[in-house]
């Protein structure tokens, strides 16, 4: 996961700062948007991904974590034995 901006999309509106300090900032020469942290961690990678949203050059990227890789199943395991199903009585009447 790594945040990354678009300057040439940038307005210079500097929300994305006033949403998250730690992540951006604006240049001193021309206002756009600079990535002080790319990869900042959880509770203020969920603010980053806010000044995403209300970014309105649509400018920043945040994205998405990938899914934890899952455990290899083990080929030596035996299988869970099925268990068949309890036959369904008619409904008394
Ligand atoms: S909110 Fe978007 S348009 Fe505004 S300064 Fe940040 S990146 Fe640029």
């Known amino acids: 996961m790594r945040v990354e901006a678009d300057r040439a999309r940038c ?5 994305c700062v006033m949403t998250a300090p730690e992540v951006f900032d604006q240049s ?3 206002g756009k948007v600079v990535v002080l942290d790319a990869t ?10 806010q000044a995403a ?4 050059g649509a400018a ?6 990938p899914a934890e890789p ?4 083990d080929p030596f395991e035996p299988a869970e034995p ?9 409904a008394d009447r």
């Open 53 to 56: 949203a209300m970014c309105p």
């Open 60 to 65: 920043i990227s945040v994205p998405q974590e």
């Open 40 to 49: 900042p961690a959880p509770p203020v990678r969920g603010r980053a991904r």
């Open 28 to 30: 001193e020469e021309d």
């Open 70 to 73: 899952l455990e290899p199943a």
């Open 82 to 90: 099925l268990v068949p199903a309890e036959p369904q009585k008619p």
């Open 11 to 15: 307005v210079a509106s500097g929300q």
